[in-house]
């Protein structure tokens, strides 16, 4: 498998192996929440929120530190067939506690937890459509939020007004590779098929955060590992470019 | 009080005592449910999704009727201040139940059961942001997308091409005393300073489903609830009408 | 359907179609209750505790006010065929849910907050065998057991002499149409066969509290409305009456 | 301690050591069970009911055996502070978890499950008033109420006309020692200071179908426990006579 | 049966009906703990851990008194065939329950509160292989974890260096009826085949903690009762001599 | 920071950066589980079983198909302090389900389905003592239960005399960024001071079936990315190698 080769194929939906899907951010689209994005990769769409409060978690009061934390849901016809509520079934799943645990990490990765002081942020990411890559538009689109999160409490003077809270920004991206060639941004019927998957979350400055690789097919080798994280850092690094720009832009409900 | 009276005051949001908010009806928003729709009661925005299934529950299983049932949640930052998720504490509270059951009788009752066949149609109604009036919007959206996923299953002829599983159309809106004065569809902030407050659901024939009226500072009397009744049919004839154009235009997804 | 052709209908158990069932209220059954009532509408039967205590939930602490719930429940063995326990099961059914909720609304729209002072009052409403209208019973029953719970406490000095926290009695009655006949108090087999079935509380002042209307079959017009409404306020008089006898006998166990 | 210096001793109720408490059993109490009995130990109260189904567990199936389980609850206030109930918390607490696997085991001692046929009885203890004794009450009950509910099988020709299900009668007394005397039936101000505190199953016949004793003070000797047997075995003797008294008497619901 | 015959009876494991099976306890087993016993009854095998910690549960607090708990648990595959893991069905079994409150009581019977002070040691018993005979290994290898956590507190001066909480030793053991013989410290096979099978605990001293004797085949009579108290007793005993025995030895990880 | 000034870095435990510790892994510990290991890294212990059984769950049943699920646990005092045990707190931690879910992939990676036939391998992971890299000894561990488990069966001829379903062995080793330092195997006190966390999980054939590296501290380059990843696979190199060396021995319990 060559550079060559790999731009030759196309996959069903037109985009070359190294295509990001239409990203879209639309901030500001909970008129409740401090912060809020709602993003799509493609047909993927997940509205991410961010709620700003005072106060910490009583374990953690008067360390002079704040808190992110992050919770992942679906609605239940998100997906292609209909899951049952995991509030009807009295438990969270496992997918569930996983991607909400990934999506906190990737978020205090960027966060000078001194400069927050003692309040924290709590983010939700709901599914609204699922079309593979849920948890990596979630992280995206939840840094937006957190930022305008940010800005609304520094407006409000709960943090101070030179205080950076943000050391950089994050966004993330699946890569696997499907029938032989590693993939970027992998739609739900290229991921179901890929026999290795991997999500990869990166800081605007391209330092990694996290590193997930399964292999669901068959074992991977060293090399397939580079060729994933070099696809996967393009991605993130043009992720970092469409947050930029839209933070860049005057917040609709500010 | 006097309707000359009621007609002079006029609400935070500038509404007659009389005017719905702007109700809004995008059909086929999701792109894997038989039928969806996304609808707003002014702020208000409650996604609608309808999912149809060959068979019914085993109870029920031989008796050539159909069965639709009815879930209602909430995103946890859809209101003002951030509640927990319900799937997080690992039990559904009295009101979420409560909602869920009405949705379920109220759409129910515009369904011939022989007609729709051993199938059954699960209704979601997940509030994406709230601003009073859920429960109401959810029923008037929910009809939508319950009408679209008929259709749908008449298209793959999983029922009859002659079947009639809709009897009338449904549609919900909430009524209340403010200040002494009746309103129609209040908003939160009227919601909660209202002396009674009474949800109604009807069909498009004007004959109703459910009428729950409660006080919730000063019990009412019969004239109190007679002029509430009469706000509430006028509200939901007019949202029969936008129900029936919005199903008059051709489905996006279909 | 006239009056007089009502009037000539006999049901089941030889009532007529106005008839309340056979109420009996034993007051005080309850050895440790701060109050209590046995409550039998014919072959309905429902324990009603009501339990005074000092103090408020936390988020009530300081304004003043009291604090009235209740909680609904039944024997598994309180009706045709066994039902598995709640707490078995790990979970509040929405039916449970939604009548605990409504008798603690019903309860709370007679209390005077202020004068209950900072104390709570706790419903527990256990029906020991069911045959229709359990939480009309339970609701008319609670209302003697709070009423004795407030004389305890005034009697502890836990109230003050002169606080009145009964603003007004409050009492609830089903009715419903069955085969065309609006009736009073329905027993079971009345209840699962209306096409239209209300649950109606009123205070003894003959003022609403809740007006629960449903159409089980047919949805219903205003009309029909109107005469279940009328024939509701009719029974809840009667219960008015009935409580205010047995609470003018000296208690049982006080 | 000597037989005469006990029975000087005269206890709180008046009652002496070996003396029990007013036993009162109302068999068939309720209407829908298919067997029930309201049986009192003094101020304990607890209503028995006993439901029998055909069929017996899937992993029973085809044994040619029949089956008996049991569930013990208590009413909320059935004590004298309110306790919050398990179907609320979400789970069932091990006291009651303990009591209702006792009260199973010692009806299955005197069922013959070949005789049963595959048939299950499902009994139902619930504690409507509690002074002390209640699992003991409990059994003892539930043995009349199981009774009825196979001579209703043999009516409905659901067992045998000659099938002898019963091998046996069953009661329970509880027995400890308080302020060194050993005592008969304690009631709940007995029990809760007693050093040893004893539950004692026997059949009709005066044999033992479970012993549990537990030093809640100080740990007792062989000469202790002797005195208890001898204690508990005139109590379930005198119970087992009740017991037969009872169902001597014609059903009242039969 | 007299007691030659029973001496002539030999069982599976070639032990005589009054034999112990082989029993070691390996103290200091875990290097986290406070106070620990790996405890072998034959092939059961019980891994015991008391973690002392300073303060109790805030309805104890400033009672000058300690606080013991206990909870038992059985790794799944610790049995013949594989049980579902009670975290995993989220609520503990009524088996589990019943033996953790079992082994709580036993050890605090020994246990002079007042000498412990404010402080909660709380025992875990991990069953991680299953032959017989658990909830009694549990209990005799917790008393020796119980006794090095309070040997370790004393080390730290969390408790008085002339305390005496411990104001006697604890051990228990199971005895039954199989195939007509009284057997001593039943084995898994012989367990579950026992008429009768009962649980003694009893101190050092010999005075009994508790009885619980089960009749699971026929009801027994009182010398059988006897007959298995004596045994109990003499297996105490010895266990009660190689509790002593281990104690004796120097701590390994002291 | 170069090969050479690795080298010379001794860490708490004596070890060089690129040595594991102690690795013991004592087969066949469990008499009951079909294959099992007590696998020790340090003082990290975990027990493994693989439990054995005909048939697969039922959302397989017919594809020819086996299933490999495994479940992980913590005894509640394998910590430090004292962790709650989910079955009281009644649901399982986000971390729990994680691992579980790890442990799962890791093992199916190396097994033909097919091969095994319509049987289902449970592996259970019991932590007895935690001292860091619990997950990774689990993995190690839980090969060489389920190979054991596999060989059982082909004994009991449950599966194909000449069956392979093992395609590979798979063992994991954590590795990490301590102090500046590429680290194997990590220990507790390392691990919590790591700035990055790596755990990875390879096949004996050293290509990769899970590489899940994370930022804890300041997110991490592609060199030092590449540098554990270098170490890492020399790790799991010399755990292959000692699975290799038990596995060939005789089997103690076979």
Redesign the interface.
Known sequence: MTEASENQIVRADGRAPDDLRQVSIERGW????EG?ALISFG?TKV?C?A?F?NGVPRWMSGSGKGWVTA?Y?M????????ND????K?????????I??LIG?SLR?VVDMKGLGENTI?I?C?V???DGGTRTAAITGAYVAMADAIEWARGKKFIGQKAQPLI?SVAAISVGIVAGTPMLDLAYTEDSRAETD?NVV??G???????????EG?????RE?DAL?DLALGGTASLTEIQKAVLAEARANA
């Open positions: 909970s008129e409740h929440a809020s047909r509205l929120t709620s409060t919770e849901a609605l239940p016809r998100a997906t292609n067939t209909r509520r995991e509030a009807v009295g438990r969270i799943g496992g997918r569930t506690h996983e909400s645990r990490r990765a709590q939700d709901d609204l459509q699922a950089d991997m990166a800081t400055r391209g330092l990694f955060v996290e590193v997930q690789g399964t292999a068959a074992p991977f080798d060293r590992l994280l």
